[in-house]
DNA sequence: CCTTCTTTTGAGAGTTACTGTCACTTGACA
DNA sequence: TGTCAAGTGACAGTAACTCTCAAAAGAAGG
């Protein structure tokens, strides 16, 4: 079977790296490609709730049981996302003495810039999956808290506060609200703004204010 | 059976005003007290997982079937609250002219207050879930994105701009965030800070950052 | 190449939240 | 009291998970 070059992904992007993996490394990672790629086009053809796991263990060439294995939840098919780590690290490389916004808008801008370039569909989807189907934006959401405490770690060494601090905590998640709605913004309205522009604005609201 | 008068909720505020609602109305009312109160007596014994909507429809005496006409989920049963609507309307109430964010400390302050006295032991269970069970926190999180939809319109007719605007969006949702945020780490802390104050803090984090 | 150990997989059975249907009961109202 | 609408329960069905266990397949050593 001819695989597709046309879309870049980071599935696809690890698909390229493997440096000397073992047979079943490889495998693995194929099969993680196979149910995402299974799940987006199934998705994108019946819908996310018409869509059963079934079907995509079945269009993926592996068991039901597989799919579980790999996924914990149909909804992280579609939303697990690998850019966390990467905006901790950028962060982390910012001067100390920036500001904290300008830090972020920073680092936003970038990460964001990197993903539309590099899996700009997967992005379109996903996110106009956000829009359609609330069980994706309960999950999102709670992804979402799991970055704020991830930027509550950064934001702690940043300004010397504990990372249970409540005003680093509370300033956390109201940007990654911000950006949340932001994306949602975005997606709402058909993609048709520049995303890192909306963005940038964003955090000029949480900066300033109304 | 006796009914439980020692702790005050919103329930027993609805069945203490019954003006004059017809026997059907009423017997609406007292299924809903009664399989919510089953629902949080099952919990506190049992655990949330543990426990299934099956013994929550026995316990109150009715048919599962019932339990889902009331509830869409079982998540609903444990977090619907009524707060909202009184705080638009509060919201409403103060000087046009006042900083929102001014507005926004006062009504906030003003309904926790109001649901500190009114019913503190719901309060305290529900947000004491909301800190051990992943689902309630996601469900939690997607009423509030509904919130911030509704503050968004009391924002708009403030400050002239549409309710769909980026930056009223935004503000709305990263003010939201912030109220999660503080309710959570309220919970965590095992409800030792004074709410208010905590919320209080969390407004001036959200208007003047880090 | 063959053997042994370990990891991964698939098959199947079970649980539970939820949906839809339909007949029956029970308030409302004349 | 009888008629109508609203509310309820029983039942059957779906789909997302979970658990268990035996078979398959890669890794490692002789």
Redesign the interface.
């Known amino acids: 079977m001819p695989a597709t070059h046309r879309t870049r992904s980071l599935d696809s992007l690890a698909e390229d790296m493997q440096p000397q993996l073992g047979l079943r490394e490889r495998k693995k990672l194929k099969t993680r490609v196979a149910i995402r790629r299974a799940t987006y086009r199934l998705i994108a053809e019946q819908g996310y709730e018409a869509t059963t796991v079934e079907q995509i263990a079945e269009a993926a060439e592996v068991s039901p049981s597989t799919v579980f294995r790999y996924f914990p939840t149909k909804e992280d098919i579609v939303l697990t996302d690998e850019y966390d780590p990467i905006m901790v690290a950028e962060l982390r490389a910012r001067p100390a003495d920036e500001p904290?916004?300008d830090s972020l808008r920073h680092v936003v801008a970038k990460a964001t810039r990197l993903a539309l370039e590099h899996e700009p569909d997967e992005m379109i989807q996903r996110t106009t999956l956000l829009v359609q189907v609330?069980a994706l934006?309960?999950?999102m959401?709670?992804s979402?808290?799991l970055t704020?405490r991830l930027l509550c770690t950064v934001?702690a060494e940043r300004?010397g506060r504990t990372e249970n601090d409540?005003?680093?905590?509370?300033?956390?998640?109201?940007?990654?609200?911000?950006l949340?709605?932001?994306t949602v913004?975005w997606a709402e309205r058909d993609h048709e703004d520049e995303l890192v522009d909306?963005l940038e604005?964003?955090l000029h609201?949480?900066?300033n204010?109304?």
């Open positions: 904290v916004l609330p934006r309960a999950r959401m709670q979402m808290a704020s934001l300004t409540l005003e680093v905590r509370v300033f956390s998640m109201s940007v990654l609200g911000a949340y709605e932001t913004y909306l604005r964003a609201t949480v900066q204010g109304l």
